[in-house]
């Protein structure tokens, strides 16, 4: 996978910080990463968003009838796991179907991890400088 979309591993950690982030207790990390799938089309999109590809519904619709081998339809619902993920992202990277942050980074040569990275980064200094602020008043 190119790194301007994020990865399968990538992703799982980025799930996993926020799990985190969201109070999730160590122990109870690996059955809640395992029950974000099979999903639903609209979860599947904003999966697809986050590691970098469009992800509208009719790019997915789109992608469904293309590929060989489609999210399995179950009672008229589309069931998504981690691999139909997977797969899309690469079609819709070679498709050059990417996000604007994806190519973004991808002119600007910065992978999915060092975007992540720098967020973190401001992020991390904003909470600093309000630390500091309510510290000192």
């Not at 979309?5 to 985190?20: G, L, M, Q, T, W």
């Not at 122990?27 to 999966?47: F, G, H, M």
């Not at 986050?50 to 469904?64: D, F, M, T």
Request: proline fraction near 4%; glycine fraction near 6%; charge should be negative.
């Amino acid at each position: 996978m190119t790194s301007y979309v994020a990865s399968r591993k990538e992703y799982d950690d980025y799930c996993r910080d926020n799990f985190i982030l969201r109070g999730v207790a160590t122990k109870d990390l690996p059955a809640a990463l395992a029950e974000r799938y099979p999903c639903a089309t609209a979860d599947a999109s904003k999966e697809l968003f986050l590691h970098g590809v469009q992800s509208k519904p009719w790019h997915i619709e789109r992608w469904c009838a293309a590929t060989d081998h489609p999210p399995r339809v179950i009672g008229g619902a589309r069931l998504w796991w981690a691999a139909d993920i997977d797969r899309a992202v690469g079609d819709l990277v070679d498709a050059d179907r990417l996000t604007h942050g994806a190519h973004s980074r991808k002119l600007n040569g910065l992978s999915w991890a060092e975007e992540r990275e720098m967020i973190r980064a401001v992020m991390e200094a904003r909470h600093a400088k309000a630390d500091e602020s309510i510290q000192q008043e």
